[in-house]
Every structure is written in structure tokens, then in C-alpha cells.
């Protein structure tokens, strides 16, 4: 017998970019910080007095709460830290989507998202971007197919193109269903642009920022993100939808202690951000091209002569594992994720190596 609901019986699950064990693989396949997390990390696990954990943790975590909205300059009423960006987008759906409702992404994107709505059981609509701009008419064409919920990537992934606050704005303002705009990598914009979207959240009632610990705060394997809203929009999630205990104490504390050293997490953005303008560069020189990225990974088209497919096998050969969709709109393309300069020159050397058929 197959117990599963029938849209669950349906679908395929989330396939996560490869995890090899061990230290050999050069991994710029899934955007993690290619820095160590912050060395108040480590002090602050070795402070952790053990006894602590014989009781349940804060349920808002509200140590943490306070961080983010002090350093956001936000009500912690305003704050709702999960377990990974990926908790909240899933508590997105079950707080404020009936099953007869439909969403949308501006894509491509986060292919979570269409998992996400298979396995809630709601319908997902596309609005396909060309490159790499949101439809002019967005919002109107949200409100004609009554979209309750739509996700927006910013900075874009798999691109890295910013949209501008003031197009988000708009678009909120606009848009009669929720606005989740999902800024898991909005810690690599380059400062100069001024990017700030936190600013809109105390003018609209229908928008819902993400951010995460796991790429600007070097923490993936913590599992720690944090939503904005207002609080009609946090308050269902926070007492209502979640879990009472979704993050555990050890990660709250890690994750205070991570959010809170800012200077060693910018001076980690600051080092991505200059090996991306590098490692661009470069990558042009060998006849990739690739949109200004202002994210820790850049999308480049291969070369005419080259399939993707076929320099993605390579380098996974060679040690180096870059990310590869199979899908039509991205099928010449890598997306690779900026590493240290060591890794990059690995990354470069090698796939000059690979163009000239020298490997
Ligand atoms: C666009 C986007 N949003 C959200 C997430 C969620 O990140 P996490 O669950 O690690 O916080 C990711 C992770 O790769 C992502 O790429």
C-alpha cells in the first residue's frame, strides 16, 4: 500500500546539491562562505554550560531576537527566527496558503520553492524572467491570476542580479497577495549600491524579507535564518504555525555569538566580493559570460564550443564541484560559487586546462 496523499505520491523531492565527505573536493556547488565562521563561534561553544540543556530553549529565541532587531532596527515583535531559511518558507505556506490557492516565483529560481507548493498541495505559477528582469507588468499579472503568495530571490539565484529597492517597492505596493522576498545572499551586495529592503518592512503589510546564517554568517550546517515582517504577518507564524521549539539552544547561542561578531562576517563578504569582480574577469577572458553578479556565485555560459554538461563531469574529475542544471533555460551554463583565492585559482587553472584540451 502507498499511504502517501496523492500530491505527495506525485512528486519529486528537492534534489541538494552534492556533499561530498572529506576535505579533497574544492566545493563551489551549493554558495556556502568559503571562511570559517567567526572565532566568537568557537568561544562561545566552549562557554556552553551543558546543564542548560536539560530545559527547552527560548521559544522565540529571543536572545537572538533581540540581536536582529536591534542591529535592524526593528521591533523583535517583527523578528522570527527559524530553522534555516527553508523552515520559514515552509511555514509561509502553511500559515497564509489554502491548498486551493495558487503562488508564484519569478523564475528561474530556488527550485525549493516548486517543492515546497507540490508537498503543501497548492498550485505554482511561473513568471519567467528575461534576463534576468522582473516582467514590467509583474504585479498586475500576480493580481489577474489571484496569486495569494509570491517569492522573489534577491539578489536573483541562480544569476546574482540585483533587483533595486525601489522595483521591490513597487512591486509591493502593487501587489495585492504577500511579498516574500528571500535575501539569503543579499550579504555579498556591494555596500557602495546602498541596498536596503528592512526599510520597507515598517511601510508594507504585505512583505516578508528572508535572511539567513548560513552563507554571509559561514553557518550552513548550523541551521539558523530569521524572517521580517510586520507583525500581522510573523505574529501566526510565531505562535501559531511553528514549532514551540524550532531552533535548539546550542544554535541559538552559536548563532548570537556569529551574528553579532559584524566585523568578521563583512570582512568575510568583503573578500567574496572581491574574488568575485577577480574570478569574472577572468572567466570572460576564456569566452564565459555571466551577468554582474552581486551574490557569492556567478552564472557564466560556457563557450560556444563548449556543453556545460560535459566541463561540470570534467571538473568533478578534477576535483571541483560546480553546480549544473539540467533544465532548458540554464543548460549551457555553471553556476559556481566563489572560494577562496586558492580554490579560485584551482577552479581557473583548471578550466583553462580543460579549454585547451590539456587536461
Ligand atoms: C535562494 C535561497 N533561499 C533560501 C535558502 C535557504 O537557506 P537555509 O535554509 O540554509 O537558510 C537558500 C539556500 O541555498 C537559497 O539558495
Same mark, same amino acid.
Not at 21 to 45: F, M, R
Not at 95 to 103: M, Q, R
Not at 119 to 135: D, E, S, T
Not at 140 to 147: D, G, K, V, Y
Given at each position: 500500500?502507498?499511504?502517501?496523499? *496523492?500530491?505527495?505520491?506525485?512528486?519529486n523531492?528537492?534534489?541538494?546539491?552534492?556533499?561530498?565527505?572529506?576535505?579533497?573536493t574544492?566545493?563551489?556547488?551549493?554558495?556556502?562562505?568559503?571562511?570559517?565562521?567567526?572565532?566568537?563561534?568557537?568561544?562561545?561553544?566552549?562557554?556552553?554550560?551543558?546543564?542548560?540543556?536539560?530545559?527547552?530553549?527560548?521559544?522565540?529565541?529571543?536572545?537572538?531576537?533581540?540581536?536582529?532587531?536591534?542591529?535592524?532596527?526593528?521591533?523583535?515583535?517583527?523578528?522570527?527566527?527559524?530553522?534555516? #531559511?527553508?523552515?520559514?518558507?515552509?511555514?509561509?505556506?502553511?500559515?497564509?496558503?489554502?491548498?486551493?490557492?495558487?503562488?508564484?516565483?519569478?523564475?528561474p529560481?530556488?527550485?525549493?520553492?516548486?517543492?515546497?507548493?507540490?508537498?503543501? #498541495?497548492?498550485?505554482?505559477?511561473?513568471?519567467?524572467m528575461?534576463?534576468?528582469?522582473?516582467?514590467?507588468?509583474i504585479?498586475?499579472?500576480?493580481?489577474?491570476?489571484?496569486?495569494?503568495?509570491?517569492?522573489?530571490?534577491? *539578489?536573483?539565484?541562480?544569476?546574482?542580479?540585483?533587483?533595486?529597492?525601489?522595483?521591490?517597492?513597487?512591486?509591493?505596493e502593487?501587489?495585492?497577495?504577500?511579498?516574500?522576498?528571500?535575501?539569503?545572499y543579499?550579504?555579498?551586495v556591494?555596500?557602495?549600491?546602498?541596498?536596503?529592503?528592512?526599510?520597507?518592512?515598517?511601510?508594507?503589510?504585505?512583505?516578508?524579507?528572508?535572511?539567513?546564517?548560513?552563507?554571509?554568517?559561514?553557518?550552513?550546517?548550523?541551521?539558523?535564518?530569521?524572517?521580517? #515582517?510586520?507583525?500581522?504577518?510573523?505574529?501566526?507564524m510565531?505562535?501559531?504555525?511553528?514549532?514551540?521549539?524550532?531552533?535548539?539552544?546550542?544554535?541559538?547561542?552559536?548563532? $548570537?555569538?556569529?551574528?553579532?561578531?559584524?566585523?568578521?562576517?563583512?570582512?568575510?563578504?568583503?573578500?567574496?566580493?572581491?574574488?568575485?569582480?577577480?574570478?569574472?574577469?577572468?572567466?570572460?577572458?576564456?569566452?564565459?559570460?555571466?551577468?554582474?553578479?552581486?551574490?557569492?556565485?556567478?552564472?557564466?555560459?560556457v563557450?560556444t564550443?563548449?556543453?556545460?554538461?560535459?566541463?561540470?563531469?570534467?571538473? $568533478?574529475?578534477?576535483g571541483?564541484?560546480?553546480?549544473?542544471?539540467?533544465?532548458?533555460?540554464l543548460?549551457?551554463?555553471l553556476?559556481?560559487?566563489?572560494?577562496?583565492?586558492?580554490?579560485?585559482?584551482?577552479?581557473?587553472?583548471?578550466?583553462?586546462?580543460?579549454?585547451?584540451? $590539456?587536461?
Amino acid at each position: 500500500v502507498n499511504f502517501e496523499r *496523492p500530491n505527495i505520491r506525485a512528486m519529486n523531492g528537492y534534489i541538494s546539491g552534492e556533499q561530498p565527505q572529506g576535505n579533497d573536493t574544492i566545493k563551489l556547488n551549493t554558495n556556502e562562505n568559503p571562511y570559517p565562521p567567526s572565532p566568537a563561534v568557537n568561544l562561545a561553544l566552549q562557554n556552553l554550560d551543558i546543564s542548560a540543556l536539560r530545559r527547552y530553549p527560548p521559544p522565540t529565541a529571543s536572545s537572538l531576537r533581540n540581536s536582529v532587531a536591534n542591529l535592524h532596527k526593528l521591533n523583535p515583535e517583527q523578528v522570527l527566527i527559524t530553522n534555516g #531559511g527553508d523552515e520559514l518558507l515552509r511555514l509561509l505556506l502553511a500559515t497564509f496558503v489554502s491548498l486551493d490557492e495558487t503562488i508564484a516565483t519569478a523564475s528561474p529560481s530556488y527550485t525549493l520553492y516548486d517543492v515546497l507548493a507540490a508537498a503543501h #498541495g497548492c498550485r505554482m505559477k511561473h513568471f519567467v524572467m528575461q534576463n534576468w528582469i522582473l516582467p514590467i507588468d509583474i504585479a498586475q499579472q500576480l493580481n489577474a491570476a489571484s496569486i495569494k503568495l509570491c517569492f522573489i530571490v534577491n *539578489p536573483n539565484a541562480p544569476s546574482g542580479v540585483l533587483i533595486p529597492v525601489e522595483k521591490i517597492s513597487q512591486l509591493a505596493e502593487e501587489f495585492k497577495g504577500i511579498l516574500v522576498v528571500d535575501e539569503a545572499y543579499v550579504d555579498f551586495v556591494n555596500p557602495n549600491l546602498a541596498h536596503d529592503c528592512v526599510k520597507l518592512i515598517n511601510r508594507f503589510d504585505n512583505l516578508v524579507i528572508l535572511r539567513t546564517l548560513s552563507k554571509g554568517y559561514s553557518l550552513a550546517g548550523l541551521r539558523m535564518a530569521y524572517g521580517l #515582517g510586520q507583525e500581522s504577518l510573523i505574529q501566526p507564524m510565531q505562535y501559531k504555525t511553528k514549532d514551540s521549539y524550532n531552533t535548539d539552544l546550542i544554535a541559538q547561542t552559536l548563532a $548570537k555569538a556569529a551574528f553579532e561578531d559584524q566585523t568578521y562576517a563583512q570582512d568575510t563578504w568583503q573578500k567574496v566580493r572581491s574574488e568575485r569582480v577577480r574570478v569574472r574577469a577572468e572567466l570572460e577572458s576564456m569566452g564565459f559570460t555571466s551577468p554582474a553578479s552581486e551574490s557569492n556565485f556567478l552564472l557564466a555560459s560556457v563557450p560556444t564550443t563548449e556543453n556545460a554538461e560535459d566541463l561540470y563531469l570534467q571538473l $568533478k574529475t578534477a576535483g571541483i564541484l560546480v553546480r549544473y542544471f539540467k533544465v532548458p533555460q540554464l543548460d549551457n551554463t555553471l553556476r559556481i560559487t566563489i572560494g577562496t583565492p586558492e580554490e579560485n585559482n584551482c577552479l581557473l587553472s583548471t578550466l583553462s586546462k580543460l579549454l585547451q584540451k $590539456k587536461y
